[in-house]
């Protein structure tokens, strides 16, 4: 039974935005407050809509500008109650079969003014991702010498701990127990380091690299793998809510699904268009909106299919196959906090990021 749980309503206002507030901006409270909706009010707390963060992802597919107001984006028509509402009838309210995806429920008064937020929690927080993860370890960290020298990328520590062992700990506090760990510079490093995985209350198989494989080639080397498999690579510092992606790849019934992150290009120069000779249209300085690859995989155990055994393939190439095979490749839409720690600068912003408590 899903249960209900009563927010503070002296706590409300972290809930509450104006309409008018940039996505961008709405993406930073619902990280930094890790809430999952946000009540658009106008003055007197007088309920427009919500916004939540499918609704934001939604727009990212849709190549909606993050600097657009959040109100274009938001359900203008939302569920509500009345804030007399009794425990018993919100329960039967949003666990009904009718509107069974009901996770959040504003109280209004008379006016429409918000006064409370009830919200479900436990229903799959509750529950282990039924998944194995699979962490790439074994990169050179080539732009990252001299720290590399003597130790591999993957456990380089962010504050006192590793990078790959606050990776493991996210993961493990979703529920995933078992953990393929591809290796191939300074593997003894990293075995001496995580063992088989006990000491962190999980179990961990190795997977030896010879040669180096690529970014999707040492998956090739998995024994048959029985659950669908969660991919990330040795040096990513995110917040990613990986029961979101999880539920996106079911609802989407696609063998590979790879998380996406907006970058946004700014051409430095006036962008001439032309036909033939004669120019038909400039743009002064245009940015140009992208889904870049965020290094993050949920896969099926089918896709291992198309990878080749001990040669060098990419994640690219895997995705390739996959689309010249007619089947389905979707995008995850991420709107955490994510680092790539591929150069120093990285490795310097990772600090300060973990000192700040931004992650």
């Not at 120019?279 to 896709?303: C, D, T």
């Not at 196959?321 to 839409?333: I, K, Q, T």
Request: aromatic content about 8%; proline content about 6%; some cysteine.
């Amino acid at each position: 039974m899903m249960s209900v749980v009563y927010a503070a309503t002296n706590g409300l206002e972290q809930f509450v935005v104006e309409p008018k507030t940039p996505i961008s901006e709405a993406i930073s409270i619902l990280t930094r407050t890790e809430a999952d909706v946000l009540l658009l009010c106008e003055n007197d707390q007088q309920l427009v809509g919500t916004l939540s963060c499918d609704d934001i992802r939604q727009a990212i597919l849709e190549g909606v500008s993050l600097k657009e107001p959040c109100l274009r984006i938001a359900d203008l028509n939302p569920i509500t109650a009345s804030k007399s509402i009794s425990r018993r009838e919100a329960m039967h309210l949003m666990n009904g079969q009718e509107i069974s995806s009901v996770k959040y429920l504003p109280l209004v008064d008379e006016k429409g003014r918000v006064v409370n937020l009830l919200s479900q929690e436990g229903w799959l927080q509750k529950d282990a991702l039924p998944l194995s993860a699979v962490i790439m370890a074994g990169g050179f960290g080539s732009r990252l010498r001299p720290l590399t020298n003597d130790l591999p990328k993957p456990l380089l520590p962010i504050g006192d701990r590793p990078i790959m062992e606050l990776i493991i700990e996210q993961l493990r506090d979703v529920g995933i127990q078992q953990f393929y760990v591809t290796t191939h510079y300074l593997p003894e490093k990293i075995i001496n380091h995580f063992g088989n995985g006990r000491s962190f209350g999980i179990d961990i198989t190795y997977v030896s690299e010879d040669t180096p494989l690529g970014t999707a080639g040492a998956l090739g080397l998995l024994e048959n793998p029985n659950r669908p498999l969660l991919v990330i690579n040795g040096d990513i510092l995110t917040q990613l809510d990986f029961r979101a992606m999880w539920s996106f790849h079911r609802n989407h019934r696609a063998p590979l699904t790879v998380a996406v992150r907006p970058y946004e290009l700014q051409v430095p120069y006036g962008v001439m268009e032309s036909e033939g000779p004669y120019l038909r249209q400039i743009s002064e300085k245009p940015r140009l909106n992208f889904l870049v690859n965020a290094g993050i995989y949920l896969l099926e155990p089918s896709v291992l299919a198309y990878i080749p055994v001990g040669r060098r393939f990419d994640m690219t190439d895997l995705i390739q196959a996959l689309l010249d095979s007619s089947l389905r490749v979707a995008n995850f839409p991420m709107i955490e906090y994510w680092l790539d720690i591929g150069k120093y600068d990285d490795y310097q912003q990772a600090q300060k990021d973990f000192q700040n408590g931004n992650f």
